[in-house]
């Protein structure tokens, strides 16, 4: 069964303090591992989409790599406005239709 | 990216009512997903509504109780069906499956928050 675990379930940092959440996945024919932002209230906001092992993404102060088993989000240097909960999803084989299968998430707070 | 908007944004209803919530997509798709998010948890997928015809539903989720139109291709409902407390959640329409990139992502809407008393 394809499932996605995701740690840790919180996280506290300090401003600045850099950090990495993780994603391990269990998956047929992985066709895609997405990272999401989501704030309080509002819909899931797409960060990053990994496809291979070694493949790496970058945006301001996160960076998201692959390896064959999981995902890590780095975050530099964090500030506030970087807490919101992070959700880890994959896009298993051709057959499941495109559905992406999602994580617990991680919530991150970030305090100055 | 594309826009999503979705209608209720939220609802408070009584048990054993049903209620529709619309999706409008800005742009072609072929296929929309729809999403429940219950209190503290992550999403779990409902079902997959295809432009003409049924929806494919997820182990746990039958047509009777969240039945789902798909008139075009930029538009789709999902009706929560004699609602009990236990479907007190954030119901999520995603989309665009952006074939012609294959980058693969969805974009998701704001949501729409139930609240069965």
């Known amino acids: 069964e394809d499932q996605v675990t995701q740690s840790p379930e919180a996280l506290r940092l300090q401003e600045g303090e850099s950090s990495s959440l993780n994603c391990s996945y269990t998956v047929s024919g992985l066709r895609g591992l997405f990272w999401y932002r989501q704030d309080p209230g509002k819909g899931p906001e797409f960060l990053f989409t990994l496809y291979s092992a070694g493949e790496e993404k970058e945006k301001e102060r996160l960076k998201a790599t692959l390896t064959k088993k999981e995902s890590f989000l780095h975050i530099t240097a964090p500030k506030p406005e970087d807490s919101a909960t992070y959700l880890c999803a994959v896009r298993a084989r051709q057959g499941q239709g495109g559905k992406l299968i999602f994580g617990q998430g991680t919530e991150l707070s970030v305090k100055p | 990216s594309a826009v999503i908007s979705q209608k209720p944004s939220r609802d408070i209803c009584q048990r054993g009512t049903s209620l529709t919530i619309q999706c409008q997509v800005d742009s072609q798709v072929t296929m929309m997903f729809w999403y429940r998010q219950q209190p503290g948890q992550s999403l779990t997928l409902i079902a997959t509504a295809n432009q003409g015809s049924e929806a494919t539903y997820e182990s746990g989720f039958v047509i009777d109780k969240f039945p789902i139109s798909r008139p075009n291709l930029t538009f789709s409902t999902l009706t929560v069906s004699n609602m009990s407390p236990e479907d007190s959640s954030i119901y999520l329409c995603?989309?665009?499956?952006?074939?012609?990139?294959?980058?693969?992502?969805?974009?998701f809407g704001e949501g729409s928050r139930l609240t069965v008393l």
């Open positions: 995603s989309g665009p499956y952006i074939l012609a990139a294959n980058t693969g992502e969805l974009f």
